[in-house]
């Protein structure tokens, strides 16, 4: 038989679930207005500052309303005696929660309690009393909003392309610093690189960082990483440059090597090809003593150098000498020549980038206010060639393609010598009409494989329009001279190499401003 | 004790209630309130002008409860000993004098002290120990008073020239202070109708003295849930000014606020109330009707109160619906 405790509690029970459903009800609503209102305000705000999304966002936020007001209705559930006395609140006249409260108490009034709160519950229609439709206030407000927010949906949005501008802006800046960081995971993880070497690597990454995060165009963010990879470029030929003068010395002091040792020095290829041929063809004669040492000579020189790639050619060079293995000697040789001649190949091409920018920050300041001015399209490129025997001897001329009108000053210095330069400038301010963006012209750069010689810059002054003219001196007629890259792409190291050299000369204050001006410009 | 139970105590109430209105027309409230005193076990207080009928209705309750009853007709030089008696000499037959006690009129079960606040303090004060302790010392010999005691007290609020009002640990000692309204036309004639025009009413005897008593244990029983409690205490604190919870009329107005004996008082005749009604819990609306009886003569009001015309009545509605809000 049921106790009658259990009819009251059942009753109860289903009274709570009601409350609970009415509860949940008006919570959600109330939720969803506070959600339409945020979403009124942000439509609103987005027409004066650009929000990405503005409805995807709202969605969310009414996602989150209405899960934060069930589940705060859920947890807030009245408990049953809460419930008691809610129904108290209907006329019962407490009879419901003094009854669970007296329901287990030895109160001579325990049964007529209970049966008179029983009688009383199974009059009392809770489906009537507890509405779960909500109260009209409430909804009219809630239908008041939903139109106005209806209303904003159409009206036209200004800041729109903008706000997805600055999100594609962000997005590209994420995933940008997601892969610096990688980088920064692996540069720390990585056991050939010193601690200055991760340190001067963390430093580079960090200031790309920050320019990309202050970047305000996806075009900053390129510029920065291009940026940061030349510098990165540049610190790596720096380490290439200090192992080959480290691999001289060392090679200097055996006398199997010593000739392969003068040969880097001078940074002739051909000599130092066949001093490695030369010492393939010793290796079958030579004595264990003369073996053991050049394997030491060899081992010093693997730990003298900072490439790993080179210290592993040392060493597997090493360990074939020590097997005998001809076909091992002969390829490590062969793919050590290899990576000492890209190695001097890059030295050379420093070297020339070197000279150009030294002779740039000459002209600008022998001559001072020589910078050209003019007025075209576009500027005025020159190429010139170089040819002779006679290192003393220097024939510049310079061609333009300019389309536009320019005009450009130079002068060129040839008196004799190895260290010949020839320095102009000439370039015309890209102040006319409209330009070609970002299609820069192709303008010539030395690059020898073969040969010797000496890079030089010259202006020449040709009619109306201007340009730079550079000339390379070689005694190989033959050599292969350079190729043709991006003008923004050389134009862009000057700048950096310039703008690092500001501190180093004295510059009058007022000029700065002018060759940093200029600089910018030739980027532009 | 079931449902049955609790009807018989209340049909038994509701007897007294119907036999009662024989002789009093209308007064609904007075009786009620007066018979809600009587079960719970308290002093009444009565006040309201002459010829409203409360000495009659005093008479009518000892027939209708076939108590004892004294009336006290206090005035001026009423002493004491009038009161609660006095020791006397007599003879004893063998001629040797001898002390006697004569048992005074307090010695009744229903004692009528008829316009109590005519009687100078110190007489007022010889009933407060038979009210309080239902127990009378004289000449350092106690003598416990018969039950049920109950002291039924009038006063005017007309008159007050040549009175003594109620010193506060007295008016503390009354269960309830009940106002006495004037009857309205229609219970006017009847009053004229039943008294002028008839014969004399003959009342019956509904219940005795034991059932009394027994009826007051079992109401002293009736469960009262700890929120509807809380409610009456958080009423009885909001008397005092210095309560946190009190509204701002009380902590305005209040010079003095009502003692724990006012937190007995009003849970105990909420009790009595609730079985009236019915019901076997007492609920907030108990609370609500016997406050104004139990509260309106146990706090006392400042000048400011006075000033402004505001009345004990007045706080007390405020109290209990400020904190029925809080409930």
């Keep these: ?524 | 004790m079931d449902q049955s139970d609790i009807q018989e105590v209340v049909s038994k109430i509701r007897k007294v209630e119907e036999e009662v209105g024989k002789a009093i027309i209308g007064q609904k409230d007075v009786i009620n309130q007066v018979l809600i005193a009587i079960f719970a076990g308290g002093n009444i207080l009565l006040e309201g002008s002459p010829g409203l009928g409360k000495t009659q209705l005093v008479k009518t309750l000892a027939k209708v409860m076939d108590l004892t009853f004294s009336r006290i007709q206090f005035t001026p030089d009423l002493m004491p000993a009038d009161v609660v008696g006095t020791n006397i000499i007599i003879k004893d037959s063998s001629g040797k004098g001898l002390f006697e006690f004569q048992h005074g009129p307090v010695f009744s079960n229903l004692v009528l002290a008829d316009e109590i606040n005519r009687a100078t303090p110190k007489t007022q004060s010889a009933l407060l120990e038979a009210m309080q302790e239902h127990t009378v010392t004289v000449a350092n010999k106690t003598y416990k008073l018969e039950e049920p005691f109950m002291v039924l007290a009038t006063q005017n609020p007309l008159e007050n020239e040549g009175t003594y009002p109620l010193p506060e640990a007295q008016l503390d000692r009354f269960l309830f202070k009940i106002m006495v309204p004037y009857p309205n036309l229609e219970e006017l004639r009847n009053i004229v109708a039943i008294t002028v025009n008839k014969e004399p009413i003959e009342l019956n005897k509904v219940i005795d003295k034991n059932e009394i008593l027994s009826m007051r244990k079992i109401l002293k029983e009736v469960p009262i849930s700890a929120a509807v409690e809380e409610y009456a205490l958080k009423v009885i604190l909001s008397t005092h000014a210095d309560f946190e919870e009190a509204p701002e009329i009380s902590k305005k107005y209040i010079r003095y606020g009502a003692s724990p004996r006012a937190a007995q008082a009003i849970i105990s005749a909420a009790k009595v109330r609730a079985v009236m009604e019915g019901r076997c819990n007492v609920a907030f609306d108990d609370i609500k009707y016997v406050a104004l009886p139990t509260l309106r003569h146990r706090f006392f009001l400042n000048f400011d109160a006075v000033s402004d015309g505001v009345t004990t009545e007045m706080i007390i509605k405020e109290i209990l619906d400020s904190q029925f809000k809080k409930a």
């Design chain 1, 1 to 524: 038989m049921k106790k009658p405790q259990n009819t009251i509690a059942i009753i109860l029970v289903r009274i709570k679930s009601r409350l609970t459903i009415k509860n949940s009800i008006n919570n959600c609503i109330i939720g969803i207005i506070f959600a339409l209102l945020v979403g009124i305000v942000m439509d609103l705000l987005s027409r004066i500052i650009p929000i990405y999304n503005v409805y995807g966002k709202w969605i969310i936020i009414v996602t989150l309303a209405f899960i934060a007001t069930l589940s705060y209705s859920i947890i807030t559930a009245p408990s049953l005696h809460k419930t008691a006395e809610i129904v108290d609140s209907y006329g019962l006249k407490e009879r419901v929660s003094t009854t669970l409260e007296y329901q287990d108490s030895d109160s001579p009034y325990k049964n007529a309690l209970i049966q008179d709160t029983i009688e009383t519950l199974s009059k009392f229609n809770y489906k009537k009393s507890i509405t779960l439709f909500p109260n009209k206030k409430t909804l009219i407000i809630l239908l008041s909003l939903t139109f106005a927010f209806i209303v904003a949906y159409f009206i036209p949005n200004p800041k729109k392309a903008l706000a997805e501008e600055k999100h594609t802006l962000k997005q590209y800046q994420k995933e940008k610093e997601k892969e610096i960081k990688e980088a920064e995971k692996k540069i720390n993880e990585d056991m050939k690189l010193t601690e200055e070497q991760k340190k001067e690597l963390q430093a580079s990454l960090a200031q790309l960082k920050k320019e990309i995060k202050e970047a305000q165009e996806k075009k900053e963010v390129d510029k920065a990483i291009e940026k940061t990879a030349k510098k990165l470029e540049l610190k790596k030929q720096e380490e290439l440059a200090k192992d080959l003068k480290n691999l001289e010395d060392i090679l200097e002091k055996n006398k199997n090597t010593k000739e392969l040792s003068a040969a880097l020095k001078n940074s002739d290829v051909n000599k130092m090809k066949e001093e490695l041929e030369a010492l393939k063809n010793k290796l079958k004669d030579m004595s264990d003593k003369e073996k053991e040492e050049l394997k030491e000579t060899l081992a010093k020189a693997s730990d003298s150098v900072n490439s790993s790639e080179l210290k592993n050619q040392i060493n597997s060079l090493s360990s074939a000498m020590t097997s005998g293995d001809e076909v091992a000697i002969n390829q490590s040789v062969d793919s050590i020549q290899g990576t000492l001649m890209d190695g001097i190949s890059q030295q050379q091409m420093n070297n020339a980038l070197a000279q150009l920018q030294d002779a740039l920050v000459a002209s600008q300041k022998g001559n001072g206010t020589q910078l050209a001015q003019g007025d075209g399209d576009n500027q005025g490129n020159g190429q010139g060639n170089g040819q002779g025997n006679n290192k003393e001897n220097s024939k510049g001329s310079g061609q333009s393609n300019d389309l536009g009108g320019g005009a450009g000053n130079g002068s060129s210095d040839a008196d004799g010598g190895v260290t010949d330069y020839s320095s102009g400038s000439g370039i015309a301010n890209n102040q006319g009409g409209s330009s070609r963006e970002k299609e820069y012209e192709k303008i010539f750069t030395p690059k020898r494989i073969e040969g010797t010689g000496e890079s030089s810059s010259l202006t020449g002054k040709k009619g109306s329009n201007s340009g730079n003219s550079e000339s390379y001196i070689t005694d190989d007629s033959n050599a292969v001279l350079g190729e043709l890259v991006p003008y923004d792409q050389v134009a862009g190291e000057y700048s950096d190499k310039a703008m690092e050299s500001l501190n180093s000369y004295e510059i009058p204050e007022g000029m700065i401003e002018i060759i940093k001006e200029y600089f910018s410009s030739l980027q532009e």
